[in-house]
């Protein structure tokens, strides 16, 4: 009994404003209308979707923009500094969701995240995967001496082509529950990714050069 | 309509409730505040009127004449004491905000400003006619001029609010000292919107435009280019990037070197001297947009030499700026994450685009014939204008702006740490921890900069402060999580917070190229006179709009939940109301908050007995959206 009064009453809380009742979750109070704060949920709950890594970007947009228009501080400008400041709190909530959800590398650490396994995006340069590491050097050198525009076209295409192929691997991954091995592809896509943008400058660069 | 009783319901979506009191608010209209010239526009049902002047001029020159009887003349006429009495008017101000003396440029050798840098560094002073001004003070003197021009044309109504328009390259220094200027000049500024978007604004409502758009906004002294999607009501900023200070103006010193280099004057010449060149070389740029040749004479010291020029040897002058926008739109474009053949338009906006070089290279780059069916001088005061108007009556668009620049802070051995990357979605809060490096480390100096390149001598400092207070630890061991904080106007504030100890140290923030509240308080003073009475009024408007929002947030409450209360208890409620709402619409502060006060005091009861009953409800099992 005890925990259903404390479960009752934390999906409930009061409204800044008329002090009544309102849903955890809700953006606005049912009562006075009032913009409520973002809350602690979860990217994918924040833009109504389903959680899971394969998500329609058509839609995750066409999500973000909803709640972009009821929420931004440009529906607010006109109201009071509290009103202001909690708009503000649910559109940086919103955007920090979209591009977290946009970028498919984000996207698989943070599904991964919510599964309760932890990829460290931002530790820098060490591969502990030496097998990783001799086709990063093999690839990095690659484009380094590439030297025509064709050879670098062809390197570019081909690091974009095993990037989507990565994207893939770690949905089967992740779909078939073997989260250890979404991890490791999930840093391999890490390097991949860095390595077709840096075929994609190279490219843009001696593409440039020749006009 | 017949007044027999029929009531027309307004229905508002939640939380969209208009504003009471709109029009004591003063009337919002959209302000393009340029290099050379300043335009204001006001918008009603997206119907936009640009605000003209007697004689039926939109174009307010950006130029201060101050006068040694002590009055300040801004507009055409300031422009054309410039040859008279240069060194009492002043012109392109704009390159100056938020700036150091290292961004003044110099013609030969000499600057069109007699300027003073304060001994600890940072913005600029001019010395105008014996006065010392900051930008910031010459800005709020334009800003004054065009508020002027906006009441008069509204037949002498109050013109309080507006939305500004700066460069999407500006960076914060810049976009605070805009509008530290609006405060000066007795303007609230509903939002600080970047011009390439609001000219997207006026293109994509006019024409209802679809899909990727590039805008070319090459004004007198600022480039941007910002890549956008639009659709349906939405205009999604997808990359921008810049100059703040490339424009016109740099093709008018090219012309105007040229020029003094023909005279072969030995003679070292002065800030007045450099201004008539300059004024001569912009006449000659705008005449030979719509001819092939020209000859322009100079006056300086008495001795008047003729200078001929045509349109090839003017792009010859002009192609290195042209050449750098276009190198910027390359890297832009590669931002934004597209192909060029992507983009099914270009908007051109700014003077500078009348230019055939411009269009010419621009058409090139693109592969398209640029759109310009919108007055390149006026669309960005039309996209300010209807902004201005969505923000205080409501609209349907959105605009989803991001940060032009990347921004961080300097870590040990002077390497820059990126904590927000360019090109993210704004409003946007980011967070990166750093440590101390000393045992018993108790403080830490925190240097706040915007990047441009990886190391901290090639980005330009934003600000410095020092935390304190960290409980003395081995090094290393503290947490210090920095919080990088932009707002929809693009303003950033930062603040930091030992993790461990959870002890939010206090943080002092010296903006770089800025004026302290002291100064701007100081400022207020002396040459504002209506600033104490303008601050008033803002709090006291402020209080308003809560007390209308306590009023209406209870009364929904009494329509739901009356039944929780006594006759009594409800009596006590409607009188606290009652007194609220009497107090409301006027000018006693006090009266308004002890209200205020009172009825939460008197509602708190009520409060706790709806929570209950909710509880209470979901134990029966409703489900908490029921509720």
Sequence with gaps: MTASIATAAASVVPCWSCKGPVAARALFCSVCGAVQGPGTIDHFSRLGLQPTFDIDLDLLEKQYFGFQRRLHPDRFAAKSAKERALSQSQATALNEAYET???????????????????????????????????????????????????????SAEADTEVIACQCHISAAINAGELDEAVHLTIRLKYLAKLAEEARTKKTRMTRALR | MSDDGLVLLQLHEPGETPVPHQDEAGLAVGIDLGTTNSVVAFSFDTEVEVLKDENGKALIPSVVHYKDDGSVVV??????????????????IKRLMGRGLEDVKSLAGTLPYEVEV?????????????????????????????????????LGKAVTRAVITVPAYFDDAARTATKDAARLADIEVLRLVNEPTAAALAYGLDNSVEGLYAVYDLGGGTFDISILKMEKGVFQVKATGGDAVLGGDDIDHAVAEHFLAQRQAGAAITAGEVKQALMTARVAKECLTGRQSGEWMIELDGIASRHSLT?????????????????????????????VSDIQGVVLVGGSTRMPLVRKRVAEFFGLEPLSNINPDEVVAVGAALQAEALTRGSDTLLLDVTPLSLGIETMGGIVEKVIPRNTPIPVAMAQEFTTYQDGQTAMAIHVLQVEREMVDQCRSLARFVLRGIPPMAAGAARIRVTFQVDADGLLSVTAREQTTGHEARIEVKPSYGLSDDEITSMLKDSFTHASEDAFRRALREAQVEAQRLVEAVQSALKEDAHLLSMLEHAHVESCLTKLQSVLLGDDRRAIDAAMDALSKGTAEFAARRMNQSVQRALAGKKVEEI
């Design chain 2, 311 to 339: 349109r090839d040897e003017l792009e010859k002058l002009a192609a290195p700026f042209v050449d750098r926008t276009i190198d910027i739109c390359r890297g832009v474009v590669e931002d934004a994450g597209i192909d």
């Design chain 2, 118 to 154: 304060p001994p600890e560094g940072g913005m600029v002073r001019l010395r105008v006619a014996g006065r010392t001004l900051t930008p910031v003070a010459i800005s709020a003197h334009i800003l004054m001029a065009i508020k002027d021009r906006a009441e008069q044309s509204m």
């Design chain 1, 101 to 155: 959800l946009k970028d498919p590398l984000k996207r698989a650490a943070y599904v991964l995240d919510l599964k309760g396994h932890k990829v460290d995006l931002t530790a820098c340069g060490t591969i502990n995967d030496p097998q990783l590491l001799m086709e990063q050097m093999e690839k990095r050198e690659a484009i380094a001496d590439a030297d025509s525009v064709e050879t670098i076209t062809k390197l």
């Design chain 2, 75 to 92: 507009g055409r006429e300031a422009r054309e004491a410039i040859l008279e009495s240069p060194d009492h008017v002043v012109s392109s």
